[in-house]
């Protein structure tokens, strides 16, 4: 099995940034790509980004096009999230997951980390 552990969450002042990473261990081979998504209080999960295993396709939710970006170092086994012009309706818990398929289809991803809170005041 893959075990994923976040990091790098925070508070920060709006218009800041933060640098979430992911790191995966265990059995991780068996993954395609990885992803993060985030859950706000009395909201349901939802998107945010992913990559392929090789780095080479990444996809990002309209909400974060142009001040988030996804990275990986497979040689670490991390992945980041890199976030610019943090907004107060950022805030929320930061999970990454990893997809036994393609990274188009959200069913694929399979396995969560523990999560990283993101606090960003107005």
């Known amino acids: 099995q893959v075990q994923l552990v976040e990091s790098g969450g925070g508070l920060v002042q709006a218009g800041g940034s933060l640098r979430l990473s992911c790191a995966a261990s265990?059995?991780?081979?068996?993954?395609?790509?990885m992803g993060w998504f985030r859950q706000a209080p009395g909201k349901e999960r939802e998107f945010v980004a992913a990559i392929s295993s090789g780095g080479g396709a990444t996809i990002h939710a309209d909400s974060v096009k142009g001040r988030f970006t996804i990275s990986r170092d497979n040689a670490k086994n991390t992945v980041y999230l890199q976030m610019n012009s943090l907004k107060p309706e950022d805030k929320a818990v930061y999970y990454c997951?990893?997809?036994?398929?393609?990274?188009?289809?959200?069913?694929?991803?399979?396995?969560w980390g523990q999560g990283t809170q993101v606090t960003v005041s107005s």
């Open positions: 265990g059995r991780t081979d068996r993954f395609y790509g």
């Open positions: 997951a990893t997809a036994k398929g393609s990274i188009y289809s959200l069913q694929n991803f399979d396995r």
